[in-house]
């Protein structure tokens, strides 16, 4: 494991040892995890952005979408238990 060093505030340092406080664990061990997390949001967010960009592209290329109204309504019924037919795409350009 590769270490590296962290020059925090004071006062942030006093905020994670009192959250830790009573918990079991470390002041070092949460803040490994508050990074971690960190770092996989940014992860999910880009993974995110880019799978919208790509539908997008596709949308455009294809001139198809569905209609927002359907899919909820899809959505919402299928949540319920219900059986219903998947929404289709359908030719948005003019």
Known sequence: MAA????LPDSLKQQITELVEGT???AHAFMVEA??????R???RRRFGAEALEAESETL???RAYDPEEVFGYLAAKARGKRVARPRAKAWRP
Do not use: Y
Not at 4 to 7: G, N, Q, R, V, Y
Not at 35 to 40: F, G, L, M, R, T
């Open 4 to 7: 590296t060093s962290l020059k």
């Open 61 to 63: 290329q294809s001139g």
């Open 24 to 26: 079991g664990q470390s």
């Open 42 to 44: 940014v992860t999910l």
């Open 35 to 40: 990074i971690e997390q960190a770092a996989n």
